[in-house]
């Protein structure tokens, strides 16, 4: 009836008169307008949208779903405000409602609820309470009907549950991980207002609100007031459980505000009021547990004598430790937690007794929370000796009784399997492969060889979960006897600078029970110093007090450390002396800076000018090393304001024309980090090196090109790198900054979405219009785009100038992904145009122009080497002028991956037998000798061989004369497997033709140890002597 009505503004009317009546009919009318107003007209009406998404009525329900499925097709991108409403009523609604619901999130593109999860996702970061709640409240709400899409907010919602300040955000987000199994779901229903509100704040509170939404808007509060506190006291006790729980973790929040009040009003006796609560015997409950803690530290703040403690530590503390429910066990650490921070050796003997008689591997691994902070109970009582690997969470009994039934052959086999495994692009794969990788070694000590690598790839790996499975493996290959390389323990120790504290935490343990196994270790002068600067470093600065203890009873053990224990409790001029003696002391350098900046951050927060310039006046002191770049963002923020930071800038400038390796390398780690609040800090870095003139890597530079290439999850992420680009005077950098504007734009001037791409009828801009809409760079989803590789030609720039960089690079993504899933469309144009396909991406590779797209380039000809073996070698040696590829083939031995190297190795095999001259080609040669030199990689030091054995080598006395001395190096250092290999080339070669001098030291391998390498210089020996001789 209303498609009739012939202006939009009418609609708008007849929606607004109908929402205000409280006739059921008249409601339902307006959600069946909902659906015909336009875009402009839905924005006014948003607020009003949750009004009918909480009616009673099952009609006024139905048809507003009805109404946000119209919308949703009509406008996607409103998805990000209208979804939710569908997803609320999944689960809180009737049985119709619900499956109404359901049915439409089924029905819509997933990359619509991948949109949203990704546009909440970004708001965990917020400094704003109200905010992180109503993300939280979305994703929560997500989870039960699509729990699948949060994938990649485990890492979010894992940190917040672990360590948030606020006590009401760590129970949403571990409700959410754990699924509601021990924190009803009614919570999110009753704290939905908080998503019906948007515009919700700290004053929004008024007569009107309920008591729920009063305490829940005071908790969310940074800052209350005595008045506001004594509203919350009166029902701290109460006996609805979400009141008395939401009053107990905003008291407990507000400690020092509820000392002065009760100071102030000696007639206030909370002890009262929480006492009864702390020793009910009422079954118990994850919701009991949480509440109890909250009573004990407000207990213990206001001072609870010993007795009393010790009362509670036998029940109910003992009582929630050993709970099946892994919360009530957490809390219970929680609790004896607050009991050892008092210092008191009867309460700590009593806790320490507990758990000695306590299964801590079985309590420990319930959870990643019962984890960490029975980890932190037993670093604060002084117990290492209880701290072993398997009491981690990651460490599976049942796969160690699965391990025990494997024959020693198959569990090396399947550890080479899973080290392969490991290479996967899916990071909760990586995650599940990890825990499988630390299991098998636990369970193989002596039969497994582990390779460092593998460790370091797990250590340094994008998302912190999977790290800190690295920082588990390392603590077994200590604790169960692996052989552990210095260079693996040096590598290591940057986990001591993890953003995350949980790899802190147990690479901090892992290097106190290092040196406590071997003490020996310090005598190495690189470990020493590394591990003492260190440790240091987080000792003085670590935002964490468990990691501070694991530090400073490291630190103990070291001898050269003493001056630098009892740092905190100093005043400040002793404090500067302090540093001033650890800037005597090169691999202290870090750990004063970083001090610096912590104080410094401090200062310019509270606005504290006068011990501003006294840091400053003490750095304007010292000689700048490339350590002061940590408090380069601190600098740049006061330069307008003190010219001593002014010219603390320019000194560093003057000095270094480029940002320090060192330095980038934290920045570019950051740049690949899951955890968007790191990507932002780091491009805003990366900003403030460019208006300081300092020269970028291209690594660094191709990340930010990418961040605006891709839509990201964070606008913010995408302003500064455009802002960057903007400043890079490169042509790559120029055109892909001129592109985007054009791009956005051409879609504001075009108000239409599709999520289709058809590169045979669209055209670049419309191609974007449907990629802007499928891919973003940090969650892709499953869409599938179908391209061939003639279709990517025909959108190259390298084919038009007229075409676009931006969709080039997208393109050649696309090509990749589609590739590495097998795509059989380009596995038979690989097969069918191999000359075409490999001129082309011979020329992606070698333009000049654009460097990240030639990067590109290389990395889609390495899909297609791992997926199409022989496929390069085969498409090269069948062409015309075959060595006009030998440019390809050296930059393809640069990459350090074992697929690659071989496939490069057996291609330069073959152009050697078909004629190239080695001797005309110096370069590749030398990068060929150069791999056999790691003997390590088995099957690159063969190939390598096999080239260096085909070579022209003595054709040219030089080249000769360089290559044997090149290999008699390496003979001194390889195994004498690859001896006998390495002693093969003279064979080959002409033992004759080397010089004396070099001839004279292969002669001392005559004395080897093993006969075959003895009896092989041998013969070689005699040869010589005939052929002289003759």
């Given at each position: ?14 929606f607004d ?19 015909l ?5 839905l ?31 009509k ?14 009523n ?55 009907h ?23 955000l ?28 948007p ?27 005595n ?10 006790d ?14 407990k929040?507000?400690q020092?505000?509820l000392?002065?009040l ?18 009910d ?10 509440l109890?803690f ?21 029940n109910p ?9 892994y ?15 008092l210092n008191?050796?009867?309460?700590n ?28 109970l037993?670093?604060n ?56 990788i ?27 979960l999977?790290?800190?499975?690295g ?19 040096i590598e ?11 790899i ?33 470093t ?6 964490f ?52 900046k ?36 601190e ?16 000194r ?32 805003n870095?990366?900003?403030?090196y ?25 606008p ?9 680009l ?15 504007q054009?791009l ?8 239409f979405e ?6 045979k009828?669209q055209?670049w ?13 940090d ?17 190259s ?50 333009n ?33 002028n ?5 440019p390809?083939?050296s930059?393809?031995l ?20 078909l ?53 008699i ?31 004279d ?21 005699q ?8």
């Amino acid at each position: 009836m209303y498609q009739n009505t012939d202006k939009n503004e009418d609609l708008a009317a007849l929606f607004d008169k109908y929402i205000e009546s409280e006739n059921y009919k008249d409601k339902t009318e307006a959600a069946k307008i909902l659906g015909l107003l336009d875009e402009q007209a839905l924005d006014e009406r948003m607020q009003k949208i949750a009004i009918l998404n909480s009616d009673p009525n099952i009609a006024v329900l139905l048809n507003l779903l009805s109404s946000i499925k119209v919308i949703l097709l009509k406008y996607p991108k409103k998805a990000e405000k209208l979804l939710i409403h569908v997803y609320i009523n999944t689960e809180f609604s009737n049985h119709l409602v619900k499956e109404f619901s359901r049915q439409i999130i089924d029905s819509i593109n997933p990359k619509v609820i991948d949109n949203l999860v990704v546009h909440h996702n970004s708001k965990l970061y917020s400094k704003n309470n109200f905010e992180v709640a109503q993300a939280l409240l979305v994703l929560g709400f997500v989870s039960m009907h699509s729990p699948r899409y949060l994938k990649n907010s485990l890492p979010e919602l894992s940190m917040i549950s672990l360590y948030s300040r606020s006590e009401l955000l760590r129970i949403l987000s571990q409700a959410i991980l754990d699924e509601f199994e021990n924190i009803p779901k009614s919570i999110i229903k009753d704290l939905k207002f908080l998503i019906e509100s948007p515009d919700i704040n700290e004053n929004s509170i008024n007569a009107e609100n309920d008591l729920l939404k009063k305490l829940v808007i005071l908790n969310l509060k940074n800052e209350i007031n005595n008045d506001e506190l004594s509203f919350i006291l009166k029902y701290v006790d109460d006996e609805d459980y979400k009141i008395a729980l939401l009053s107990a973790i905003t008291i407990k929040k507000h400690q020092k505000l509820l000392k002065t009040l009760i100071h102030s009003k000696n007639e206030l006796d909370v002890h009262s009021l929480i006492s009864g609560k702390l020793y009910d015997s009422d079954e118990i409950t994850a919701i009991n547990a949480m509440l109890a803690f909250s009573y004990l530290t407000i207990g213990m703040n206001l001072e609870m004598d010993t007795k009393k403690c010790l009362k509670l530590i036998e029940n109910p503390v003992k009582e929630y430790l050993t709970h099946e429910n892994y919360l009530i066990c957490f809390y219970g650490f929680e609790m004896m937690n607050s009991f050892v921070l008092l210092n008191n050796n009867e309460l700590n003997l009593s806790i320490e007794k507990i758990l000695e008689n306590k299964d801590l591997g079985k309590l420990f691994g319930k959870n990643n929370l019962n984890y960490y902070s029975g980890t932190r109970l037993l670093v604060n009582l002084g117990r290492y000796d209880l701290l072993s690997p398997e009491k981690n969470m990651y460490f599976d009994e049942d796969l160690m009784i699965e391990y025990g039934e494997l024959p020693k052959n198959m569990a090396i086999e399947q550890f080479k399997n899973l080290e392969k495994e490991f290479k996967n692009e899916d990071w909760l794969y990586r995650f599940e492969i990890g825990k499988k990788i630390g299991n098998l070694l636990y369970a193989f000590p002596s039969e497994i060889n582990y390779k460092q690598e593998l460790i370091q790839a797990i250590l340094t790996d994008r998302v912190y979960l999977v790290r800190s499975i690295g920082a588990w493996i390392l603590q077994i290959i200590l604790e169960r006897g692996f052989k552990i390389p210095e260079e693996l323990i040096i590598e290591s120790i940057a986990c001591l600078d993890d953003p995350n504290m949980e790899i802190r935490q147990d690479c901090a343990i892992f290097y106190n029970k290092l040196i406590r196994k071997y003490p020996e270790i310090l005598k190495n002068s690189e470990i020493s110093s590394k591990l003492q600067g260190s440790l240091a470093t987080k000792y003085f600065t670590d935002h964490f007090t468990v990691i501070r203890t694991i530090c400073e009873d490291t630190l103990k053990m070291i001898p050269e450390s003493k001056e630098l224990i009892g740092y905190e409790s100093k005043n400040l001029e002793e404090k500067f002396k302090t540093l001033e003696k650890a800037l005597d002391h090169p691999e202290l350098n870090k750990s004063v800076v970083i001090r610096l900046k912590v104080k410094l951050k401090s200062y310019i927060r509270s606005n504290d000018s006068e011990n501003i310039i006294k840091i400053l006046e003490f750095i304007e002191k010292q000689d700048l090393t490339e350590e002061y770049f940590d408090v380069f963002h601190e600098l740049f923020k006061l330069k307008k304001d003190f010219e001593i930071a002014n010219e603390l800038l320019k000194r560093l400038k003057n000095k270094f024309s480029k940002v320090p390796k060192s330095r980038e390398a934290i920045i570019y780690g950051n740049l690949n980090e899951m955890i968007i609040s790191r990507r932002i800090t780091a491009v805003n870095e990366i900003f403030e090196y460019i208006l300081e003139d300092y020269v970028i890597s291209e690594r660094i530079t191709r990340k930010i090109k990418e961040f605006v290439i891709y839509p990201q999850a964070n606008p913010n992420i995408t302003e500064l790198s455009l802002k960057i680009l903007e400043k890079i005077n490169t042509e790559e950098s120029k055109k892909i900054f001129k592109e985007k504007q054009e791009l956005e734009n051409y879609i504001l001037e075009n108000n239409f979405e599709s999520e289709v791409v058809d590169v045979k009828n669209q055209t670049w801009q419309e191609i974007y219009f449907s990629l802007k809409y499928l891919l973003t760079q940090d969650y892709k989803t499953l869409n599938y785009v179908d391209l061939e590789f003639s279709d990517f030609m025909k959108f190259s720039i390298l084919n038009s100038e007229r075409n676009s960089l931006i969709i080039t690079i997208i393109l050649l993504d696309i090509v990749m992904a589609n590739l590495k899933s097998g795509d059989n469309t380009l596995m038979y144009e690989l097969g069918k145009y191999k000359k075409s396909v490999l001129d082309n991406i011979f020329k992606i590779i070698f333009n000049e122009k654009y460097p990240l797209l030639a990067y590109k380039g290389i990395e889609c000809l390495k899909v297609i080497i791992t997926k199409k073996t022989s496929w390069f070698e085969e498409s090269v040696l069948n062409a015309e002028n075959f060595e006009e590829y030998l440019p390809l083939i050296s930059k393809l031995l640069d990459e350090n991956e074992p697929q690659i190297q071989v496939e490069a190795l057996e291609t330069l095999a073959g152009m050697v037998k078909l004629n190239v001259k080695c001797t005309e080609h110096p370069e590749i040669s030398k990068k060929v000798l150069g791999l056999i030199n790691d003997d390590k990689k088995w099957i690159i030091f063969k190939k390598a061989l096999e080239v260096i054995y085909s070579c022209n080598f003595e054709d040219n006395t030089e080249m000769l004369e360089k290559v044997s001395k090149q290999i008699i190096e390496y003979l001194k250092t390889s195994n004498d497997d690859s001896k006998l290999f390495l002693i093969k080339f003279f064979k080959i070669k002409g033992i004759d033709k080397i010089p004396d001098y070099l001839f004279d030291e292969l002669k001392t391998f005559e004395k080897s140890s093993n006969p075959y390498v003895s009896s092989e210089i041998a013969e070689l020996t005699q040869k010589r002597k005939m052929n002289m001789n003759y």
